[in-house]
């Protein structure tokens, strides 16, 4: 167990419908990244928050947005969801903002669109 | 942002020794190197990372040479356990939220 918490484990929507990916990250651990891994593309770094701000953006979509909020928690919206945005969708917790310290991932939420 | 190149898949037998080599020819010079495992469905784990020579740690040894193009992890004795896709993550300091996956090495450990 890492200690990241994604809800819902699995979601299945209809396309052009809006879904929130929700993260815990670990204890104590100030930042957030979102990564999306699909069939075809692997891992693709998306966004990262730190206590609360936008840290880096990756590849993510302009339909795609994310929050932290003052608990640290964090929540991935996506909207007006198309087939190709079925992927498992990881969020990864840190303690310090840069990439010079372990990174902990949550188990995934798979996302399905039909 | 350094791309990295992996072998894409490996076997071994129980109880070899693997290494498998990333290179990184556009590592800059905060940037760290990071290797990751991951099981089917699951979330990749964190194994080891460095900056230059050698780092070891209960489960593997990261052998980095001086020019830190390249990387070499390495497992002593695999089990079957170990069969997992093994990646390569460079980044690190201003650029960390940017760090890169590649495409993995599929590591498969037959007994």
């Known amino acids: 167990d890492s200690g990241v918490t994604q809800t819902p484990k699995h979601l299945i929507t209809a396309t052009g419908q809006r879904v929130t990916l929700r993260c815990s990250p670990r204890?104590?651990?100030?930042?957030v990244y979102w990564y999306q891994q699909s069939l075809d593309q692997g891992l693709q770094f998306l966004i990262q928050?730190?206590?609360?701000?936008?840290?880096a953006k990756g590849n993510i979509l302009e339909r795609f947005s994310a929050q932290q909020f003052p608990d640290l928690h964090s929540e991935l919206n996506l909207s007006s969801l198309e087939l190709g945005d079925s992927a498992l969708y990881f969020c990864?917790?840190?303690?310090?903002?840069?990439?010079?310290?372990?990174?902990?991932f949550g188990q995934g939420t798979r996302l399905t669109v039909v | 942002l350094a791309k990295t190149t992996q072998p894409i898949s490996m076997d071994s037998y129980e109880g070899q020794e693997v290494n498998i080599t990333c290179s990184h020819n556009?590592?800059?010079?905060?940037?760290?190197i990071t290797w990751y495992q991951q099981f089917p469905s699951q979330g990749p784990r964190f194994i080891i990372q460095g900056y230059k020579t050698k780092v070891t740690n209960e489960v593997a040894s990261l052998f980095i040479p001086a020019d830190r193009k390249s990387s070499t992890l390495s497992l002593p004795r695999v089990s079957l356990s170990d069969t997992a896709v093994y990646y390569c993550?460079?980044?690190?300091?201003?650029?960390?939220?940017?760090?890169?996956f590649g495409d993995g090495t599929t590591l498969t450990v037959k007994p």
């Open positions: 204890s104590g651990d100030l930042s």
């Open positions: 993550l460079v980044g690190g300091g201003t650029n960390a939220g940017k760090s890169t």
């Open positions: 928050y730190y206590n609360g701000e936008e840290r």
């Open positions: 556009n590592i800059a010079t905060n940037d760290y």
């Open positions: 990864a917790s840190s303690t310090h903002p840069d990439g010079n310290t372990e990174a902990f």
